[in-house]
């Protein structure tokens, strides 16, 4: 069955700390892997996309790691802001129909000064 | 440019009544994306448009769903007869492709 699972499901850091969210999936093939950060409230916001062959990818204090071996990513944020308060979901598009996205339920981070 | 945008942004209906919920997505995106997230839980696929093709309706959960997208842009999700169990956010995301989603700000529907 393909699933993607993240963790934690919660966290609280302090502003300036970093910090690392876990992603986990079954999914195979898959074509593309994402995150997207979700302010309460709003619709997701993509941040990274990789596909099978890369393994990092930075988006400003944002750096997403894959390990299309092991079938986990990471999404590290960098000198953490209380902007950063937000669900971070990771998505998991199928390798053999690019409109089947698979979602994790989504880390819920708060940034607390 | 303007972003996807969706109405209502909240909803709040008697069980038993009929919603529409509207999407609006970017201009010149062919592909059209229906998703439910209810509290807590992941985003779940409710229905999927590309051009002209018929509609993957795979994810709609009972036949109280119907969606429909018109000349090619603005699409509707109605849900009859709603159910406590309809109550969740609504997302709508649309792409230039079938792998590229930009997401809407949802509607919250609340069935009361």
């Known amino acids: 069955k393909n699933q993607v699972e993240q963790s934690p499901q919660s966290l609280i850091i302090l502003e300036g700390k970093n910090c690392t969210l876990q992603c986990n999936y079954t999914v195979s093939p898959f074509s593309n892997l994402r995150w997207y950060k979700q302010d309460t409230g709003r619709g997701p916001v993509s941040l990274t996309i990789m596909t099978f062959s890369e393994n990092t990818k930075s988006n400003g204090r944002y750096t997403a790691t894959l390990d299309a071996d092991t079938k986990q990513s990471s999404l590290h944020i960098t000198a953490s802001q209380l902007s950063d308060s937000a669900s971070y979901i990771c998505v998991v598009s199928d390798g053999y129909n690019f409109n089947k996205f698979y979602f994790g339920s989504g880390t819920k981070l708060n940034v607390k000064p | ?61 009972s036949d109280r769903f119907s969606a429909e997208r018109t000349g090619g842009s603005v699409s509707t999700l109605t849900i009859q007869r709603t159910q406590q169990e309809d109550s969740a956010v609504y997302l709508c995301a649309s792409g230039p492709y079938s792998y590229e989603q930009y997401f809407g700000p949802g509607t919250r529907l609340t069935v009361t």
Do not use: M
């Open chain 2, 1 to 61: 440019g303007a972003g996807v945008s969706q109405s209502p942004s909240n909803k709040v209906t008697e069980k038993g009544k009929d919603v529409e919920l509207r999407c609006d997505p970017i201009s010149g995106h062919t592909a059209l994306y229906w998703y439910r997230q209810s509290l807590g839980q992941g985003l779940e696929f409710l229905i999927y448009f590309q051009g002209n093709s018929a509609p993957d309706k795979s994810g709609l959960p």
